[in-house]
């Protein structure tokens, strides 16, 4: 076993003394001779087992839930005796028990907290030696970080410290509070205000640390909009009190919005975009003066972002008062569309921040390395903060005009009816096989669900609904507006694949670009007779793909070990050229 950190019994929570280091009995140097040593040891590694290893789940009597899904098994008697809390959760006191199951959220209602800092607290309780910091959960995405104070680390010690705090766990909190002050100068600005807020939480138990927090934002260029958003009132007046003591009032960003961009400000939170419309028509400030977009982007919204990117008043690339962008702030938020709305108004992503950071790596740096490096299995959702990253790293290679004519939709040839059918099918494809990107795309693009116009009335669509909307067989068949509406909408949706989510496009390609697909898109000078032929055949490989991909998904859902040589893509493409 690892050497590990242990407390003593000890309850003062202001120095280092009570804490002691030590490894397994049989490593322990000979001046140690206290006979209590080895005991100890042996008896934190059995109730750490208890805990750690599966064999010991028959004995478990309760169970806390994780975001609904996930489920930690832990034995009432060694929580109650360990943890006042507990105690009184156990007893009734506290939380609603459910079968035996216990919701974290109920447990710890102030603060969300992931599964990982949970157990790391947890396993505390059980064998009393702290765990060294989990470097999967730990470690961010910019291999260029030190990961000394970058946000997946920070937000696991925050966890860790707000757990501990709520299951009165005194030394615990004593040592996190620690190693969050010997780290406080290498957390980026907008970083400390989370370990402020959990702190304040804490209360007494973590003084110091609160009051280093404030010392650090009163010095700090935050400006008050932000301080609002993410801590108590009653810390922002302390806050504003201390750097009109120190004559740091002045800057815009510290002094109040007035009225009027604080009504700007009302209106976005209430998602009325309109009424924004009907402020700027009164002249006394514009988007750009009141930082509109830095607020929309930060605090609403991704539809009310877009309505007001829409609306066409304002810089896309204007800085705040921090020197911030639009896009720098969105890589904070991580919401990937959001962020391909602004690269699609032109946002800059090569664009620095005062201190020299892209918005590539801002996202990367708020990114767990252990999420930027999953492999995503097609018809799974993509984690949000990758999708981002992609996003970036994608807009930073090539920025393409948008609307760019793909060779896809060229192969289409004059035919209005076969290239609609082929928009929606490579779409409804899109939607199946890479639920998130395409979902991005789609809302952007404004995209109501796939295949509005299927080949017949009485047909299933991929995404198995059925429609009765249009059929595009009717003879003769008649381009509507609503037809060329559609084809516009799709056509943006498919650039924007292209142009944001190159991998997803290549495995889209595989499938829709396949010979007999692209053979039967061209219709060139063919006779009649050929565009009938033509037509079955497109019509039989519609339903050899929607075969295919229900085959394909109900042999994945059997299977609990997944393997990408039996992706979806792969096995569509094999249905489809049975040949190759």
């Keep these: 076993m690892d050497s590990r950190t242990v407390f003593s019994d000890s309850n003062d929570i202001s120095g280092s003394s009570s804490i002691c280091c030590v490894s397994n009995a049989e490593n322990l140097s000979p001046e140690i001779t206290d006979p209590n040593i080895a005991p100890l040891n042996r008896l934190s590694e059995n109730l750490g087992s208890i805990f750690e290893s599966p064999d010991f789940d028959f004995c478990s009597d309760a169970r806390i839930v994780v975001d609904g899904s996930r489920e ?47 157990v ?87 003084e110091r640390l609160l009051t280093k927090c404030i010392e650090t934002v009163v010095k700090s260029d935050i400006d008050i909009v932000t301080l609002e958003k993410a801590l108590s009132q009653d810390i922002v007046k302390q806050i504003m009190s201390s750097r009109r003591e120190l004559g740091l009032a002045g800057p815009e960003s510290n002094s109040f919005p007035d009225k009027h961009v604080k009504r700007i400000h009302r209106a976005l939170d209430s998602d009325d975009v309109e009424l924004v419309r009907m402020l700027l028509k009164e002249a006394h400030t514009t988007l750009d003066d009141a930082h509109a977009l830095h607020y929309a982007v930060a605090y609403c919204d991704a539809k009310t972002t877009t309505d007001l990117l829409d609306l066409g008043l304002a810089d896309v690339n204007h800085r705040n008062s921090r020197g911030y962008t639009v896009l720098h702030v969105s890589a904070t938020r991580k919401d990937p569309k959001i962020i391909v709305s602004l690269l699609t108004k032109g946002a800059r992503p090569s664009d620095l921040t005062l201190d020299g950071r892209k918005a590539l790596q801002i996202s990367m740096r708020l990114t767990k ?49 076969m290239r609609l059918l082929y928009l929606e099918n490579r779409v409804c494809l899109a939607k199946l096989l890479f639920p998130m990107e395409a979902k991005v795309a789609m809302d952007i693009a404004q995209v109501d669900g796939t295949l509005e116009f299927p080949l017949s009335s009485n047909s299933w669509s991929l995404a198995g ?49 396949a010979d007999d697909l692209s053979e039967l898109a061209y ?47 792969i096995g569509v493409v094999n249905k489809l050229n049975p040949k190759k």
Aim: hydrophobic content about 40%.
């Design 120 to 206: 790391a607290v947890l396993a505390y309780l059980y064998s009393g030696k702290v765990r060294l910091l989990p470097k999967d959960v730990c470690i961010c995405a910019d291999d260029g970080c030190s990961h000394v104070g970058c946000r997946p680390a920070l937000d696991f010690m925050v966890e860790v410290l707000y757990l501990s705090f709520t299951f009165q766990i005194s030394e615990l909190v004593a040592l996190y509070q620690r190693r969050l002050l010997d780290i406080l100068d290498e957390v980026a600005t907008d970083d400390i205000l989370v370990i402020l807020s959990v702190a304040n939480m804490c209360d007494k138990s973590c």
């Design 369 to 417: 390395a252990v999420d930027y490096n999953k492999s995503t299995e097609e018809g799974k959702a993509s984690p949000k903060d990758r999708l981002c990253i992609e996003v970036l790293e994608q807009a930073e290679r090539r920025d393409p005009l948008l609307g760019e004519a793909s060779f896809s939709l060229a192969m289409a040839g004059d035919d209005m009816r």
């Design 465 to 513: 609904r059925q429609r009765t909307t249009v059929d595009l067989n009717e003879a003769p068949f008649k381009i509507e507006e609503e037809h060329l509406n559609r084809m516009k909408a799709l056509s943006k949706t498919v650039d924007l694949g292209k142009r944001f989510f190159p991998r997803c496009s290549d495995v889209l390609n595989k499938i829709m670009d």
């Design 72 to 118: 930690v098994p832990v034995h009432r008697c060694i929580l109650s005796a360990r943890s006042p809390f507990f105690k009184n959760v156990f007893s009734g006191s506290v939380g609603k028990e459910r079968n035996g199951k216990f919701e974290l959220k109920e447990l710890a209602k102030d603060f969300d907290v992931g599964f990982d800092s949970l």
């Design 523 to 569: 219709l060139g000078k063919d006779t009649p007779d050929e565009r009938m032929l033509k037509k079955r055949r497109y019509l039989e490989l519609q339903v050899i793909l929607n075969k295919a991909f229900s085959e394909d998904k109900v042999e994945y859902e059997k299977s609990t070990i997944s393997s990408s040589s039996s992706s979806t893509s």
